[in-house]
């Protein structure tokens, strides 16, 4: 079966810490299936960091919606880019 690939680019409003807002990403996308590939985090300024994700999950009609609403949920994500999306396998 295919996979989807999708590359997700998230602001952190500094209330949380990255790691503690990846745990739980981890936790939430395993209900759909779907699991954290790779992540970095970069400054921007002013105490702002972005975190880059790359998420896998099974093929499925309306997979990127779902992984959106899952982010926009977390407490310490102030923004959800969904940057590029790609089908593997």
């Known amino acids: 079966m295919a996979e989807i ?18 745990q739980e990403i981890g936790d ?10 790779d992540h970095k985090e970069e400054p921007i300024g002013f105490g702002i960091n972005a975190l880059k994700l790359m998420i896998v999950t099974p093929e499925e009609d ?4 779902k992984i959106a609403n899952i ?4 407490q ?3 923004n959800v ?6 089908r593997r396998g």
């Open 28 to 37: 939430k996308l395993k209900e759909i299936s779907g699991k954290i590939e």
């Open 62 to 65: 309306g997979i990127t919606d």
């Open 5 to 22: 690939v999708s590359f997700y680019r998230l602001l952190l409003d500094g209330s949380v810490p990255a790691e503690k807002v990846i």
């Open 71 to 74: 982010l926009e949920s977390l």
């Open 76 to 78: 310490g994500v102030s």
């Open 81 to 86: 880019e969904l940057e590029m999306v790609s």
